[in-house]
Each structure stands twice: as structure tokens, then as C-alpha cells.
């Protein structure tokens, strides 16, 4: 289980892979080698920050907060709304313009490829600058003949982490998924008393699943209960668990089956809710 405050969360940074600079928290992160490893990161573009057509083998949640995001040119995921970016899928050239706060989830899709974790990025990038450079979100070095090859930034950290060719999975969606949870009703839930839901969507043979609950001032919900890990995030309100308050743009996370925990709504409160593919 993990709960965090925003405001004790640590910053990510595993060096630049992208050109632009960001002011990313840390919230959640999974377990390194399972094939629904995660991270959740609550990030600010403080510059420009720009990265080429790019495609990856795992699966992203977008939740822009404040400003929208052009993930291909001339495209944009308005603040508010809830983006799935599904594995295989291109998107791209992509823009954040300074200000532009987001909430970056990341985690193995359905095709079983998982997600790599924060050290191994770390690691792989250091020994990717010792022989080349990344420059505009790609990676450039010389062959022994003095060849000049270029490679998408995450996919040679990939390679050069797992040491074989990234085979990215056939994408089940053609593209990206944009969702507007304003034209959602809310369905009130049959067992918890001021507690409410808005599941925007269900994608792929494996069940990943998102979407918002809604609790009213001093209402319960059991969380952490899925048969695969879970994690939340606390787009309005404040709520409280294990007699600890969390405020706005905290997070929380489970693994399979490791609930029941009770959150309470300490504000009227919304929660942005993530259920990971079952393996």
C-alpha cells in the first residue's frame, strides 16, 4: 500500500531523454518486473517541452489539470478530460507548453511487456550519454565507421536496459482515446451511502479500467479490494485513511486484493481511479 501526500512526494529525474524541462513528483510507482509495473507522476512543464512521433510498448493515462496538451499537432486533451495513449499506438510530435500540469500514468499494457522502472531508466540513460547524446527526444552516437544513427530516447534506453531489440506489440486501438467525464452521469453506489461513480471506460481483454468516484463530506468507500493493483488519484477535495487527512493531487495505491481500506471524504471529493490489467 502506498499513500502519499503530494506535498511529501520526491521529484523523478533519470537525466534528460527529452528536450524541455519538467517539475515532476514522484506519487506511485509498482513493482519492477511484473508485466503491470506503474508509475504515476504529477508533472509541470516549466519550459517548452517537445518530443517527436514516438510510439511505446506500454500502455499512459493523460489528466491534464491546467492548460491542454497537443499530443500530435493540431490535437490537443483539453484540461479536465482523460486520455488512454494504448501501447503500439503512435502519437505525435508533441508539445507541453509552460504551465501545462499533468497527471502521467504509465504502466504495462495488455501485451505483456510491462514497464520499465526508474533505476533502470536512470541506469541506461548513463550509459547511453557515455557513447552518444539526446537531442530533441532522440538518441544520436556514431558506429565504429563514423555512421551516424539516430533512435527514438525511450526506445535505446529499452534496448540498452533489456539488451535486445524493443518489439513494440500490434496496437489493439487505432490511436488515442480522448474522454470528456463532464458528459458522464454519475451512478450512485448500492452500498456506500454518498458515495458515487463515473466509469469513463474498459479497454482490452484484460480488463484496465478507468475512471472517477465521488464521495460527499464524511462518506466511506473500500478501495484496494481488485483482483490487480489500483491507485487513485485526488483531483478535488480532501479525504482521509487510517485517520491521516490527504490533500488535493495525493495518491494511493494497491496491489491485487491487498484492501479492503476505507477512504473517507473529509471535502466533498473526486477521485480519478486506475485498475491495471489482470494477469
Known amino acids: 500500500m502506498q499513500l502519499v501526500d503530494v506535498s511529501e512526494a520526491p521529484n523523478y529525474d533519470v537525466g534528460k531523454i527529452r528536450d524541455g524541462e519538467l517539475d515532476s513528483k514522484h506519487l506511485l510507482h509498482g513493482v519492477d518486473g511484473s508485466p503491470n509495473n506503474y508509475r504515476v507522476a504529477l508533472t509541470t512543464a ?97 558506429d565504429e565507421k563514423g555512421k551516424k544513427h539516430n533512435k527514438d530516447g525511450f526506445e535505446a534506453c529499452w534496448e540498452e536496459s533489456m539488451g535486445r531489440k524493443l518489439e513494440y506489440p500490434a496496437p489493439r486501438y487505432d490511436g488515442q482515446i480522448k474522454m470528456n467525464p463532464a458528459n458522464f452521469e454519475w451512478i450512485e453506489d448500492a452500498t456506500y451511502q454518498g458515495v458515487a461513480h463515473k466509469w469513463l471506460g474498459t479497454f482490452t481483454e484484460r480488463n484496465i479500467r478507468m475512471g472517477f468516484s465521488r464521495l460527499s463530506i464524511g462518506a466511506n468507500l473500500a478501495v484496494g479490494d481488485h483482483d490487480a493493483p489500483e491507485f487513485l488519484f485526488l483531483a478535488k477535495g480532501s479525504v482521509a485513511i487510517n485517520d491521516k487527512r490527504y490533500g488535493l493531487h495525493s495518491a494511493f495505491g494497491f496491489e491485487a486484493n491487498e484492501g479492503p481500506i476505507i477512504v473517507e471524504g473529509f471535502e466533498n471529493s473526486e477521485l480519478l481511479r486506475v485498475q491495471l490489467p489482470r494477469f
Open 46 to 142: 516549466t519550459t517548452p517541452w517537445p518530443a517527436p512521433r514516438h510510439r511505446h510498448n506500454f500502455d499512459q493515462i493523460r489528466f491534464p489539470i491546467n492548460g491542454a496538451f497537443e499530443y500530435t499537432k493540431g490535437t490537443t486533451l483539453p484540461a479536465g478530460w482523460v486520455g488512454y495513449f494504448p501501447e503500439g499506438a503512435y502519437y505525435g510530435p508533441q508539445l507541453r507548453q509552460p504551465g501545462l500540469q499533468m497527471l502521467v500514468i504509465q504502466f504495462g499494457g495488455a501485451g505483456g511487456c510491462g514497464y520499465l522502472g526508474e533505476e533502470e531508466l536512470r541506469e541506461a540513460r548513463g550509459a547511453l550519454t557515455a557513447r552518444g547524446a539526446f537531442v530533441e527526444g532522440v538518441f544520436s552516437w556514431l
